[in-house]
Structures are given as structure tokens and as C-alpha cells.
């Protein structure tokens, strides 16, 4: 295999397309003690890629495919000789299916990345409606490819991470969706009073973005075909491409169909539902859940003992990534969305407010997830104004505008109401002053969003790390200090790709590689 040199290479892919592969120089990060958080409770098609000859074997499906776009490779990147990879090493895989891109981040058990690279979603269309099914799997097999051919046979596991609540009815039999997929931000009002009639009063599904709002509102449509179907999260389906054992989910992407991660079973006012059938077994995030599929290592040249892991959902990876470790700290996920994490030793759950609390270990993670966030910069500006913008902001001078920016109709945290409506005006004539507005308003946002955790009884923060698309802004960074009154900083780690290659560690370390 042609060793890759820092650099610039190009290569002819099969579809005549010529991507850049921008060849970075080794990330090193500091050899610290990666899990010092303590044992995580590690509670169909053919695929693509005889890499060698950039050939994309494809399902029958997928042959349509081969003449449409490939997912634009973003960027990857291969360790130089430096990294220090000894014979006998084994590397550990982590996905990322964000709401903008998918990314990789393969590293070494010091934490060295090896290896990363991003993806942006193909558009495939039908009926008029994006079939995002088909873009997360054609982009699962191209990341596969990306990963350098020479590391792949050291690769010991891999664990995916996926958006929360993002749900994928499938035929129990043969795994193929049933429906198309309800997304971690779409919300099913229908289905919210008969939720509500069944839950305890305020729990974590009685909101209309719940992942079990989603299956009540497609239980009651007329035509659903009911008997072999079964519930999977987006990064469960993406895992059981890999591993071919479906059912199974993690008890981070069960909670908001109503999994209770302190007793690790589905409670009986659940269990009694007709639609109970359907819901996956749960296990712990990056517990093995078996060997990669034989096809699979065959083409792609994984080794035979090479596992894959229950995942989690992307901001809880992004916590992993930060390696926050105590109570009081927190990371806050600046990516398409705002999402905060507070480590806390109290659970807390009040739907009124869309915070809700995931298991970490035996403490817990409160927060919630806002509409509000990069994606709604994206509708103004690309990254490169952001960046232009963004240098002529005074950080320290408070704008005068008062926004609530959203990118369409709805709110889940830290106002949980499907009816808010966005609000991003009056625009002044300077992009300057209308981006720190932007800004301003969504720091504001966030600080809110700690305020009510605190007010609700979770530790109080003292320190935010950052993570996502927005970590880069320093700027942003000192307004958000200056308006949540805490030392924040960018994490070590911003990817959530890295805290999912934690949890593909963490589960080896299960399996003693
Ligand atoms: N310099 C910047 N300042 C603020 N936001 C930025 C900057 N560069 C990129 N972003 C935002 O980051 C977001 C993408 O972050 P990412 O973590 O990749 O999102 P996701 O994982 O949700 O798809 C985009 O919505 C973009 O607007
Ligand atoms: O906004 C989102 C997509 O990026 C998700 O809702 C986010 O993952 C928050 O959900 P959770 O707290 O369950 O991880």
C-alpha cells in the first residue's frame, strides 16, 4: 500500500471524481489516562469497498448509486511514521453521524489519533423526500474506505454515535426500514397525550421530539405495518450494518423511548403497551455486541477478531471526547444544535423544561438539547465569514440584540414548545454586529440552560469545556464566558468521532485486546 506522506495527494475514485486527500501531519495528544472517569459501565447488503481498486461493490439497491454522487470526502487524514504504531498495536474505530456530516477518528489505546476524516452526506431523493437511510449507509461504507488500508487490519473495534431520538422503524426480519426515519428534532405533537397518559408526570418522553412520540405517532398510522417490526435509533441500525445482529440498542439512545438507565430495564407502564414489541434489548455503551460481519472484513481488510460496540448519541460522545471527569464540569455541544451536558451526582428529569439525565458511570449527565445553533449561523454564513466576521467582534462588549435564534419553528430546551417561532430580527446593515448578536443570543441561551439545571438541583457548573463546529471560535468562546460567568474553554477533543473511538477502546479493553 502506498504509505501516505503529509501532503497533498489526489486520487482517482471510480467515479471519475478527483478528491484531495489533505494528508495532515500526526495529531499527538497528551498521553493522559484517557478513561481516568473511571469503568464506563460498558453496560444487507453487500458492502462497498474493495479499497485497492476504489471499486464500491453495492447492494441491488445501491446500484442506482454508483452513477450518483459519492459523499464528499471532507477530509482525512493518515498518521506519518512518527506516530509511533509498534508491531502488535491494535487501533480502535469511533463514528460520528452528526446532523451536518459524519465523521471518523481512529486511534491508538494512548488516545493518539491515527487517523480521522469527515464526510458530508449524498442526497438521495425519494418520492420527493431526502432518503436519509441510504445517505447514513452509503456514508458508513464510504468512511470505511477512508480509513487507510494499511491500519485497518490492526483495527481491534469500532463504536458509532449517532443524534439522539433519531429513529428508524425496520422489518424485524431483514432490517430494511419500514418508514422513513424520524429525525432527533422532528416532533410528533399527535402522539404527546397518550404518552402523557401512561408516563409519570414529566418524564423524559412526555416531549413531542421523544423518541417514543415518534413510534406512537407511526403506531397509529393506519397503513404501519405493525407484526415484524421493530424500533432501532440511527446509530443501533448503523451498527447492526456492521455487526448483522438486529435489536440491539444502548441505554444512552433508549432513554427517550423510555428506558431507565438506574434500573437498566424498560419500566412496566411501557412493557404493558401493544407497541412494547418493537423496542431493541439494551445494553451498556461500548459493550461488544459481536464481530464485525464476515463480508465486511473481507473486503475492507479488517482483522477477524475486530468487534463492534453499542454506541451512544452524539453529545454524549462529545462528552467522552472532552474527558470531563468530575461533577461540576461540563461540555457544551456547539454544533448544528446546542446541547449541554453538566456531569451531576443528582438525576434529574422535568420534560416542562426538556432536561432530561444520562447515565455516565454511576453518575449522571443532565442537560438538554436546544434548536438553536450552527445550523442557524449556517442559513447566514459559511464557515469561512464566520471566521472573517467573527474577528471584528469586541467579545467583551454586550450586543444590544436580544434574538432567539432558530432555524425553523420549535424549541425543545431549555423551553420545551414545538410552537416557538424563530427570531432573528431586526437585522442591522452590519454582518459584524449581526453575528455577534447571533451569538450573543445563543450564549444566552446556554447560559439559561445551566441556570435551570442549577435551579433544578443538578451540581452547579463551574467549568465548560466546548465541543463541535463552534469550539473553533475564540471569540465566541469569550462572549459565552462573559455571559455564563465560567471559565470555558475549548475541550482537548471536539469531535464526538473521538469519544466514540473511546467507547470501541473501552469496549476491547472488555474483550482484554
Ligand atoms: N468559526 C465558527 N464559528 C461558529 N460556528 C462555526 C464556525 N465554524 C463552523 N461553525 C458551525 O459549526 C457547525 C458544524 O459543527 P459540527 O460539530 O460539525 O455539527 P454537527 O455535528 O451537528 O453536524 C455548523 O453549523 C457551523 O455553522
Ligand atoms: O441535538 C441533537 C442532535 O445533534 C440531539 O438531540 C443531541 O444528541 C442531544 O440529545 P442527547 O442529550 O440525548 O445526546
Redesign the pocket.
Known amino acids: 500500500m502506498k504509505s501516505l506522506k503529509p501532503g497533498r495527494e489526489e486520487m482517482q475514485l471510480e467515479f471519475g471524481r478527483v478528491v484531495q486527500l489533505q494528508i495532515l501531519h500526526s495529531h499527538v495528544v497528551q498521553n493522559r489516562d484517557l478513561l481516568g472517569f473511571g469503568p464506563l459501565p460498558v453496560q444487507n447488503e453487500r458492502a462497498p469497498g474493495h479499497s485497492g481498486s476504489r471499486k464500491l461493490l453495492v447492494s441491488r439497491n445501491d446500484q442506482l448509486h454508483k452513477t450518483a454522487c459519492k459523499p464528499r470526502l471532507i477530509m482525512a487524514f493518515a498518521s506519518n511514521k512518527e506516530s509511533g504504531i509498534q508491531v502488535g498495536d491494535r487501533l480502535y474505530l469511533g463514528m460520528d453521524f452528526?446532523?451536518s456530516g459524519a465523521r471518523y477518528a481512529l486511534i491508538d489505546k494512548q488516545g493518539i489519533i491515527q487517523s480521522e476524516g469527515k464526510r458530508e452526506y449524498p442526497v438521495f431523493m425519494s418520492e420527493e423526500k431526502m432518503d436519509w437511510a441510504r445517505s447514513w449507509r452509503t456514508v458508513l461504507f464510504s468512511l470505511l474506505e477512508d480509513v487507510p488500508v494499511h491500519l485497518r487490519p490492526l483495527v481491534a473495534s469500532i463504536s458509532i454515535d449517532g443524534?439522539?431520538?433519531t429513529t428508524i422503524i425496520v422489518d424485524s426480519n431483514t432490517g430494511d426500514p419500514l418508514w422513513r426515519p424520524f429525525l432527533?428534532?422532528e416532533s410528533f405533537p399527535d402522539a404527546l397525550p397518550m404518552v402523557k397518559s401512561i408516563a409519570p408526570a414529566n418524564h423524559t418522553v412526555c416531549s413531542g421530539s421523544s423518541t417514543l412520540c415518534k413510534l406512537v405517532s407511526w403506531w397509529n398510522i393506519e397503513e404501519s405495518n405493525k407484526k415484524s417490526a421493530l424500533l432501532l435509533h440511527q446509530a443501533d441500525w448503523l451498527l447492526w450494518l456492521l455487526h448483522g445482529k438486529l435489536g440491539v440498542s444502548d441505554y444512552?439512545n433508549a432513554?427517550?423511548v423510555g428506558y431507565d438507565p438506574a434500573s437498566d430495564s424498560y419500566p412496566p407502564w411501557l412493557l404493558s403497551q401493544p407497541y412494547s414489541q418493537l423496542l431493541p434489548s439494551v445494553m451498556a455503551p461500548g459493550t461488544s455486541i459481536g464481530n464485525l460481519k464476515e463480508d465486511i472484513k473481507t473486503q475492507f481488510g479488517f482483522q477477524e477478531d475486530c468487534i463492534v460496540c453499542a454506541g451512544t448519541?452524539?453529545?454524549?460522545a462529545a462528552f467522552l471526547a472532552a474527558r470531563a471527569t468530575q461533577p461540576g464540569k461540563a461540555v457544551t455541544?456547539l454544533?448544528?444544535?446546542l446541547?449541554i451536558?453538566l456531569l451531576s451526582t443528582m438525576r434529574i428529569e422535568d420534560a416542562r423544561f426538556g432536561v432530561?439525565s444520562?447515565r455516565l458511570d454511576d453518575k449522571w449527565l443532565v442537560?438538554?438539547?436546544s434548536n438553536t445553533g450552527g445550523a442557524v449561523l449556517k442559513q447566514f454564513f459559511t464557515d469561512e465569514q464566520l471566521q472573517k466576521l467573527s474577528e471584528h467582534i469586541n467579545p467583551m462588549k454586550a450586543s444590544p440584540l436580544d434574538y432567539y435564534p432558530l432555524k425553523s419553528v420549535g424549541e425543545r430546551f431549555p423551553v420545551a414548545d414545538p410552537n416557538m417561532v424563530p427570531s432573528l430580527h431586526p437585522r442591522p446593515e452590519s454582518d459584524v454586529e449581526y453575528l455577534h448578536g447571533i451569538l450573543e443570543s445563543i450564549a444566552r441561551i446556554e447560559a439559561k440552560g445551566y441556570n435551570l439545571l442549577k435551579d433544578l438541583g443538578a451540581t452547579q457548573a463551574e467549568e465548560v469545556f466546548t465541543a463541535g463546529g463552534g469550539a473553533k471560535n475564540e471569540k465566541w468562546t469569550k462572549i459565552r464566558e462573559r455571559v455564563l460567568g465560567l471559565p470555558v474553554s475549548r475541550a482537548m477533543q471536539t469531535e464526538a468521532a473521538y469519544g466514540a473511538a473511546l467507547l470501541a477502546l473501552k469496549g476491547a479493553q472488555k474483550n482484554s485486546y
Open positions: 452528526g446532523t443524534t439522539s431520538a432527533y428534532n444512552n432513554l427517550k448519541t452524539d453529545s454524549i455541544s454544533g448544528s444544535t446541547a451536558k432530561y444520562h442537560g438538554g438539547a
